[in-house]
């Protein structure tokens, strides 16, 4: 397959895999958000603005991530007990959506063999290290689909957390 063809189908590879963790990660933080909103008051409104005027724009992803871990841990025994390692699956989610949100794709010409050899594009973490300048991290569909399915759970479960 000639060069161009391979950047074309890993930029296309790339933004499907960046707009899927980017919509299901959203889901998991507006739902995380919600429950946090609905622990600290009963009120509807007061619920709607906790999350209109405090959570959504001033607080982070991975702030809510570990706020959320705290009050599951404290008022939701039988969450915990369902998900003993939501603490470092949900860190994990925040880590691997920074990634697909920030990182550039690699198209040099050792991605672009990657590409074609073993359908694996590449992210590259431009860095100031005195061991590297550059991290590369290798996205196939097997660790993507293995990604989504383990945040799937978690969508579910936070689903049903906030309907109970």
């Not at 009050?71 to 860190?91: G, M, R, T």
């Amino acid at each position: 397959m000639e060069k161009v063809k391979i950047e074309k189908l890993i930029t296309e590879v790339s933004r499907m895999s960046r707009g899927t963790m980017i919509q299901i990660i959203s889901e998991i933080e507006t739902m995380m958000s919600i429950y946090i909103a609905e622990l600290l008051t009963s009120d509807k409104q007061k619920t709607e603005e906790l999350i209109c005027l405090i959570l959504a724009p001033r607080v982070s992803l991975e702030d809510k991530r570990q706020v959320f871990c705290f009050l599951v841990d404290q008022y939701n025994p039988e969450f915990k007990k369902e998900h003993p390692n939501h603490n470092a699956d949900l860190k994990r989610f925040v880590e691997q959506r920074n990634i697909y949100a920030h990182y550039p794709v690699d198209f040099s010409e050792d991605a672009i063999k990657k590409y074609k050899d073993e359908t694996t594009f590449t992210f590259v973490q431009l860095k100031n290290s005195k061991a590297s300048l550059v991290k590369r991290i290798d996205i196939n569909e097997r660790t993507f689909h293995k990604l989504i399915d383990d945040m799937n759970v978690y969508f579910t479960a936070l689903k049903k957390l906030i309907k109970s």
